[in-house]
């Protein structure tokens, strides 16, 4: 059976390696944008909860409740809408 010369091996050896490397940078960059999205949609979410919050608690009325609850879930239905079509 013939061996490969050391040389050879070397050579192979530093190629894998420098595509293991280039992988990895890639999967890492696909992560902190992944990252960066997660937190940029957690961060728009928080401030929609806040503002929605914010309009519960100024509501005075019954009246007002059902016209603020209703006017919320509209923008919730197309949202989930969206998304299902989305998929």
Do not use: C, W, Y
Request: net charge positive; proline share 3%.
């Amino acid at each position: 059976m013939q061996t490969l010369p050391p040389a050879i091996i070397g050579i192979a050896l530093r190629a894998n390696l420098s595509l293991l490397t280039d992988l990895t940078i890639k999967a890492l960059e696909g992560l902190e944008k992944l990252i960066e999205l997660n937190r940029q949609a957690m961060k728009a979410s928080l401030a929609e909860s806040r503002d929605k919050t914010h309009k519960a608690l100024a509501v005075k009325g019954a009246q007002e409740l059902l016209v603020l609850q209703v006017g919320l879930m509209q923008p919730a239905g197309e949202q989930m809408l969206i998304f299902m079509t989305s998929r």
